[in-house]
């Protein structure tokens, strides 16, 4: 994968860090409780069930969670919900913790490496359930792959995280 733009080594500088930091654990468990599970984002336990909930997130739906990171909410909705999860992002250092985190947790999920933000290569991404997707979350403003990705959401609804 292309970084030319300094994107994934930005991200794979932040993930490695933050993954060290024993303050942005305390922070992020004394902010969120039992919630946090090492995200980079605060929406806690009670967001990210709203949000599971909205979505109609249970067993047997297809999740694409864009910009994965560390992998900490793609594990929770595997966890909370039985949805399929799939999670992309541009950080090689943030896969392999994310794959550190999924086998930990005892859930499957499948994680695919792609930058979503400077060449839309996700567009291009062959996912094996895309033709199955029920819904996605992420940050969608800067991401060129929407089009795909709406043609791949059965139900056709974005939902940002």
């Known amino acids: 994968m292309k970084d030319s733009h300094g994107v994934a080594a930005y ?3 932040l993930y490695a860090s ?4 024993p303050t ?3 922070i992020g468990r004394e ?4 919630g946090f599970v090492g995200q980079l984002g605060f929406a806690g336990e ?7 909930e909205l979505a109609g997130m249970g067993p047997g739906r297809a999740v694409l969670d864009l910009c994965c990171g560390m992998g900490g909410t793609s594990v929770w909705y595997a966890q909370r919900t039985g949805s399929h999860v799939t999670g992309l992002d541009c950080s090689p250092v943030g ?3 994310a794959r550190k ?3 930990a947790s005892g859930v499957a999920i499948e994680l695919v490496l792609a930058d979503l933000w400077v060449s839309g290569e996700a567009s291009n991404v062959s996912l094996s359930q895309a033709e199955h997707l029920d819904f996605a979350i992420g940050e969608f ?3 060129k792959m929407q089009p795909s990705l709406e043609r791949a959401l059965r139900h056709r609804g974005l939902l940002k995280a």
């Open 11 to 13: 991200f794979d500088a």
């Open 18 to 21: 933050l993954a060290q930091s």
């Open 24 to 26: 942005h654990a305390r």
């Open 31 to 34: 902010a969120l409780g039992s």
């Open 46 to 52: 009670e967001e990210l069930f709203r949000l599971a």
């Open 95 to 97: 896969l392999s913790l």
């Open 101 to 103: 985190h999924t086998r």
């Open 141 to 143: 403003r800067e991401m």
